[in-house]
């Protein structure tokens, strides 16, 4: 499962998906990460890309833990409609 930090989300997205093009039973997950400035796109490009799991980041060693009330994880609340 490929794992990046914010900089890195969509080289190694790229990177991982095509490494399995190549191999019809082979998928990877995405990866996101939450202070990648764009994760919604990226979630975009990878459903397009039939990629059907997301990993959304670790650090090595178990370094640093973001919790998912983290606000990048949740931008802006909108009332639905």
């Keep these: 499962m490929p794992t990046a930090a914010a900089m890195d ?3 190694t997205n790229d990177r ?3 490494m399995v093009s190549a191999y019809e039973v082979l998928h ?3 990866t996101l990460h939450p202070d990648f400035p764009d ?3 990226e979630i975009d ?3 397009r890309q039939g990629v ?3 990993k959304l980041f670790s650090r090595h060693l178990n370094t ?3 919790f998912t009330d983290y606000p990048a994880f949740f931008p ?3 009332p639905m409609s």
């Design 28 to 30: 990877t997950a995405g």
């Design 64 to 66: 640093e833990t973001i």
């Design 16 to 18: 991982f998906l095509e």
């Design 9 to 11: 989300v969509g080289k």
């Design 76 to 78: 802006e609340t909108r």
């Design 39 to 41: 994760n919604q796109r």
């Design 52 to 54: 059907s799991a997301i």
């Design 45 to 47: 490009r990878l459903c």
